[in-house]
């Protein structure tokens, strides 16, 4: 049984940086796609950043720049550093993991098959 495992979040002024971790268990086989996803009250779900099985990263074109997606295969265990958060980076932060061998790790929900409980980032101005 795969475990997806989301914490980091935090409440932090504008400009200032956090470290979203995302712990894999219970899965030990080819490295799978990671997403970051995020839901702002009142707002839809949207993809945030995501990285494939070869470690190449995607981001949204609003985190271009502020936000860095990596992985340490060794600890099972991807993280999503964030700088200079604005007000509207405020959301609840998902990561999702696809383990479909050669997974193209885009931001299509649909794809990810096993979800964090999610962790709450809060940016005040």
């Known amino acids: 049984q795969v475990h997806v495992v989301d914490s980091g979040g935090d409440s932090v002024q504008a400009g200032g940086s956090l470290r979203l971790s995302c712990a894999v268990s219970g899965y030990t086989y080819y490295t799978p796609c990671i997403g970051w996803f995020r839901q702002a009250p009142g707002k839809e779900r949207e993809g945030v950043a995501t990285?494939?099985?070869?470690?190449?990263?995607m981001y949204a074109d609003s985190v271009k720049g502020r936000f860095t997606l990596s992985q340490d295969n060794a600890k099972n265990t991807a993280y999503l550093q964030m700088i200079s958060l604005k007000p509207e980076d405020t959301a609840v932060y998902y990561c999702?993991?696809?383990?479909?061998?050669?997974?193209?790790?885009?931001?299509?929900?649909?794809?990810?098959?096993?979800w964090g409980q999610g962790t709450q980032v809060t940016v005040s101005s």
């Open positions: 990285i494939d099985s070869d470690g190449v990263t």
């Open positions: 999702a993991v696809d383990t479909e061998w050669r997974c193209s790790g885009g931001f299509e929900e649909y794809d990810y098959n096993y």
